[in-house]
């Protein structure tokens, strides 16, 4: 037995300098530079101040996706039309931040920056973009966040789409998962299940091909959620636990909760070999997008009620984020691009952070952060260790937010086939499709309208060197 997994949850101080009880009374609304939109009478948010010199057990973990929600789909980031009380209220009582980025533009690549704590490409199957057949995954020998924790002796489980290999060779349960239940694939019809090939993906377990469909044919995201109220209702003992809830809300079809007339006329069309039926291309609306992201937001509020009413809420460190940035009904506003792009709307994600026995509420963060940060960080609060033949890409935040150390300057690295894009400190360097080199001023135009390549040759070119040094220590695109 390893060290770290011989700690006690009560005896646990943290490894880190610890911080404050409770919940702050300030609310996380939005600020009008932060997020434009926002209620008047929103009640403003203070700057992040780490509170200190307090001790707690090793948190639980429930890490929560959304799947294509856009950086202003929320209320708390400043949505004029979508309205999002449940997560409002868990910003108000945590951390909100307005500079997070995803790992990736698209899903598969960000799940494995999150799960190995590195970028996408270290790894054969992080180079798809995203995953769309068996030919790869997320390699059962590599350390994940999963197995890491499990090893430091917490109870994990994996609850929705888990989009990084299929089965029989790629599953949750291979890579670190105690349990799963959800869907292996980018995308499913949320009544029948099927998937973009027409095969049906719900999956209890998933040890062996066709071995552990789970047939229930309720709308996905209700199912999640009871799914997901029923594990943190659950008594793990003494037991610390990671869980991954990964919805599919609000990813195309748009198919709300009740469309089910919506849902067999896509049915039909797959069973009829129509290829692309799941994209929904000619479906969906702004009306329908609310709807479903509206419906999230409610889930996500009853999984905390449910945590709450078991008791381990102040114990408990939440996490919500989008895996990517929005789709084309998303509200981005003010970013430009959206998903599949490393402009500042296909990786910018609302951001919010709660564990009320170390973290004051009420606050916001302009610290930029990304998908790779967080899984140093869990595993820093969790006394679990990175396995020192796969050193992490991202910087633990554990000594900013429980001390009040400042960050180190470094550099947010991002690449897609036909774009790049790092970040450091206020600067992005940006190189789309079309193969210019650009270079903005995040803190004065997030819009990344105003490119000052032109007045800034030096410090492009240093952070183009920068940029093609970590390209260079990655695979190679096939």
């Known amino acids: 037995m390893s060290r770290s997994s011989r700690l006690s949850r ?39 101040t780490a509170a200190r010199g307090r001790h707690s057990r090793r948190p639980n ?12 789909d929320l209320s708390a980031y400043g949505s004029p039309h979508i309205r999002t009380p449940n997560l409002d209220r868990l910003a108000r009582q945590g951390v909100r931040f307005t500079d997070a980025y995803s790992g990736s533009a698209t899903c598969s ?15 054969k199957g992080g180079l798809a973009e995203p995953i769309a057949d068996k030919s790869v995954g997320l390699d059962p020998t590599h350390p994940t966040l999963a197995s890491l924790l499990r090893d430091a002796g917490y109870a994990t489980a994996l609850i929705g789409k888990w989009h990084c290999g299929y089965l029989p060779d790629y599953s949750p349960t291979r890579s670190g998962w105690d349990e799963f239940f959800g869907n292996f694939g980018g995308a499913l019809e949320y009544y029948s299940k099927l998937g973009l090939g027409g095969e049906y993906d719900l999956y209890e377990g998933g040890v062996r091909e066709g071995d552990a ?20 209702r ?34 039909r069309r797959i069973k009829a070999g129509e290829k692309g039926a799941l994209w929904h291309q000619d479906g969906g609306s702004v009306e329908k997008y609310t709807e479903m992201v509206e419906d999230l937001d409610r889930s996500v509020g009853e999984v905390l009620r449910a945590l709450r009413k078991s008791g381990q809420e102040r114990d408990t460190l939440v996490f919500f984020a989008s895996d990517n940035g929005g789709e084309r009904f998303s509200y981005n506003w003010p970013l430009s691009g959206n998903k599949g792009s490393l402009k500042e709307g296909g990786i910018r994600v609302p951001t919010i952070v709660r564990w009320p026995a170390r973290i004051d509420g009420g606050q916001v963060s302009d610290e930029p952060v990304y998908t790779p940060d967080w899984t140093a960080t869990l595993l820093e609060v969790a006394g679990a260790r990175p396995h020192p033949a796969y050193p992490l890409d991202g910087t633990s935040l554990a000594p900013y937010l429980l001390k009040g150390q400042a960050v180190a300057e470094r550099e947010l690295f991002w690449r897609v086939r036909g774009e790049r894009a ?7 360097y940006y190189r789309g499709k079309g193969g210019a080199d650009q270079l903005f001023d995040l803190a004065a135009d997030r819009r990344e309208q105003a490119d000052r390549a032109a007045g800034e040759p030096e410090l492009l070119a240093e952070l183009r060197a920068a940029w093609e040094r970590t390209d260079g220590e990655l695979l190679a695109y096939g």
């Open 234 to 267: 659950r008594d793990h003992g003494e037991r610390p636990w990671l869980l991954n809830l990964n919805f599919t809300t609000p990813h195309w079809p748009w198919i709300a909760d009740g469309d089910e007339e919506q849902s067999a006329e896509i049915v």
């Open 422 to 428: 790092l970040r450091r400190g206020k600067w992005k």
């Open 213 to 232: 469909e789970y047939k229930d044919l309720r709308y996905y995201t209700r199912i999640l959620t009871e799914r997901a109220s029923e594990y943190v």
């Open 10 to 48: 009560r005896s646990f101080a943290g490894g880190v300098a610890g911080a404050a009880v409770g919940v702050g009374a300030a609310g996380a609304a939005t600020r009008a530079d932060a997020a434009p939109g926002a209620p008047a009478t929103a009640p403003a948010e203070r700057p992040f």
């Open 61 to 72: 973990i429930l890490f929560i996706l959304g799947d294509d929600l856009g950086w202003a």
């Open 109 to 123: 690549p960000t799940r494995f920056s999150l799960y190995t704590g590195r970028y996408p490409g270290r790894t």
